[in-house]
């Protein structure tokens, strides 16, 4: 079974995950397949993809946030797309 916060292997009768600490109370709270977060290297791509393309760091950030594994680093990508957003439309309008 894998931990559906950090998607480390967790031994069934484990009470707290090795990998990320969270208690494993319920049987329900394990995932048969692991669950796979973004890395710090995808981040940054899609950070950078998003300073020139913000409606794709938009989709992807606000997708992120439904998941526990990425909810963090959505809420930074979604930020980033935000101001590049804002900043493009200033640009734009000459502001």
Known sequence: MYCRFCG?????KSI????????????GSLSATPVMGWSLGLLLAL???SVFFPPIGLY???KGLF?????????VLLT???FTSLLW???????
Do not use: Y
């Open 60 to 62: 992807l950030g606000i």
């Open 16 to 27: 707290v995950c090795s990998g990320c600490g969270r208690p494993v109370d319920e049987p």
């Open 67 to 75: 998941s526990e594994a990425t909810k963090v680093k959505a809420s």
């Open 80 to 82: 980033v797309a935000v």
């Open 8 to 12: 480390k292997e967790v031994k069934e």
């Open 89 to 95: 439309a200033a640009l734009i309008l000459g502001l």
């Open 47 to 49: 950070m950078f993809v």
